[in-house]
């Protein structure tokens, strides 16, 4: 989806401003001996203020013997152009000391109008099935929003770029190693070269490299094992979240052709009282066709919600297995899914031995612990697979 943006008024933009320098000292307010304000410079600070990213929050401690490990929620957001549910989130996970997983698509690290500087593989230049980035002012917002999440402690990771589906030729899922290469060689030339590629020389830099981006999701779940993990490790990436579950239910990840995955979960809806690929646009499909209805949003809503809540009290009383919660910024069916996201994370995120972490961290948390405790994990059922399970 192309970026969208919010613009302050004139008048706001120069009150802020004004209050702005009032609070950095380069200006205050004094009377003369006649009783009319004046300004008097003073000088600002010569220390800039540097960010500070916020730590983990993930316990890297080993588990004690007959321990439960804690129940950890993996919340992703597919694309994250700008947008309120960007806000939405960021907000939220700060109430609730959550991390999510921010997945860039690299379009939006181009305007329209340098659209020819991506190539998808088997295309000519400039062909995408979404919208790039929009005008510089939109980029650049793009690139403040990246850092601001970046800083809050939350994992980056791709999208990929060009997000062409089935239904359009050359797929995702007709790809070879040598595409998914060429793809993930795009992705992280335009995020490097974004400042050239679009001849933006304001605003801030991009606040992190390609070294931090370890993982992703494919377009629409495509793309296979075979042919996608090798370009993975190719890049030095260490994780997955793109394929179907092999299963039904919540079950602990493995690693395949050295690659973690953690497959979207085909759990128990009891709203829908049958099995559900825990996808937002997959609960849009199923309820109406993913036809723009905005009547059907409430329901929507509840079905989403309540089967999160299946999800997690199941996993949390049974094998405590991560929860994958893949979710998108986009306000399909009048906002139907993000709000009942938010309140998930809102409430679960609070609950105790519960941790709303990112993929590396949880990585990094199993890879710590002996193996045969995770071998033991990964032997335990899978549940929330029927409406008693």
């Given at each position: 989806?192309p970026a969208?943006?919010?613009?302050w008024p004139?008048?706001?933009?120069a009150m802020?401003l004004?209050a702005?320098?009032l609070?950095?000292?380069t200006?205050s ?5 006649s009783?009319h ?6 000088a600002a600070?010569p220390t800039p203020v540097?960010?500070?990213?916020a730590e983990s ?7 004690a ?8 929620i ?5 694309g994250?152009g700008?947008g309120p549910?960007?806000?939405l989130?960021?907000e939220t996970a700060?109430?609730?000391d959550?991390r999510?997983?921010a997945l860039?698509?690299g ?8 659209r020819k ?5 088997g295309?000519k230049?400039g062909?995408a099935?979404?919208?790039f980035?929009?005008t ?7 690139i403040?929003y990246?850092?601001?999440t ?10 990929y770029?060009g997000h062409?589906?089935?239904?359009t030729s050359y ?14 060689d795009?992705?992280?030339?335009l995020?490097?070269?974004?400042r050239?590629n ?5 605003g801030?830099?991009?606040?992190f490299?390609p ?11 495509e ?8 370009a993975?490790r190719k890049h030095?990436m ?12 919540i079950f602990?990840?493995?690693?395949e052709?050295?690659?973690w995955?953690f497959p979207?979960?085909?759990?128990y809806?009891?709203a829908l009282?049958?099995r559900q690929?825990a996808?937002d646009?997959?609960f849009?499909y ?6 723009d209805r905005p009547?059907?949003?409430?329901k929507i809503?509840?079905?989403v919600?309540?089967?999160y809540?299946?999800m997690?009290?199941?996993a949390y ?8 919660i ?5 306000e399909w069916n009048?906002?139907?899914?993000n709000p009942a996201?938010a309140d998930?994370?809102r409430?679960?995120?609070t609950?105790p031995e ?10 990094a948390?199993m890879?710590?612990?002996d193996?045969q ?5 990964q ?7 029927d409406?008693?399970?």
């Amino acid at each position: 989806m192309p970026a969208t943006t919010r613009r302050w008024p004139a008048r706001t933009a120069a009150m802020l401003l004004a209050a702005a320098l009032l609070s950095t000292g380069t200006l205050s307010c004094s009377s003369d001996t006649s009783g009319h304000a004046v300004r008097v410079p003073v000088a600002a600070d010569p220390t800039p203020v540097v960010p500070v990213r916020a730590e983990s929050n993930v316990p890297l401690t080993k588990l004690a013997p007959g321990a439960k490990p804690p129940q950890f929620i993996l919340f992703s957001f597919d694309g994250v152009g700008v947008g309120p549910n960007w806000d939405l989130f960021l907000e939220t996970a700060k109430e609730t000391d959550a991390r999510f997983s921010a997945l860039m698509t690299g379009l939006y690290f181009l305007t329209d109008a340098a659209r020819k500087k991506y190539r998808a593989p088997g295309r000519k230049p400039g062909e995408a099935a979404i919208g790039f980035g929009g005008t510089k002012a939109e980029v650049i917002e793009e690139i403040e929003y990246l850092n601001k999440t970046w800083y809050d402690g939350h994992e980056m990771g791709t999208h990929y770029v060009g997000h062409f589906c089935a239904g359009t030729s050359y797929p995702g899922n007709a790809w070879t190693t040598a595409d998914w290469n060429h793809e993930l060689d795009q992705f992280f030339s335009l995020m490097v070269n974004w400042r050239t590629n679009n001849g933006i020389t304001t605003g801030p830099d991009l606040a992190f490299g390609p070294e931090v981006v370890k993982g992703g999701r494919t377009q629409c779940l495509e793309g296979t094992p075979k042919a996608l993990f090798p370009a993975l490790r190719k890049h030095h990436m260490t994780w997955d979240s793109s394929m179907a579950a092999a299963q039904p239910g919540i079950f602990w990840p493995t690693k395949e052709r050295g690659i973690w995955e953690f497959p979207i979960p085909y759990v128990y809806s009891p709203a829908l009282k049958h099995r559900q690929t825990a996808l937002d646009y997959n609960f849009w499909y199923t309820y109406n066709g993913a036809r723009d209805r905005p009547k059907d949003a409430p329901k929507i809503r509840r079905a989403v919600r309540s089967t999160y809540d299946y999800m997690y009290k199941r996993a949390y009383e049974g094998n405590r297995a991560p929860l994958v919660i893949a979710n998108h910024f986009n306000e399909w069916n009048a906002n139907a899914f993000n709000p009942a996201t938010a309140d998930f994370m809102r409430d679960a995120c609070t609950k105790p031995e519960t941790v709303c972490a990112t993929y590396q961290d949880v990585i990094a948390w199993m890879e710590l612990q002996d193996p045969q405790v995770i071998a033991d994990l990964q032997k335990l059922p899978a549940v929330a697979i029927d409406a008693k399970r």
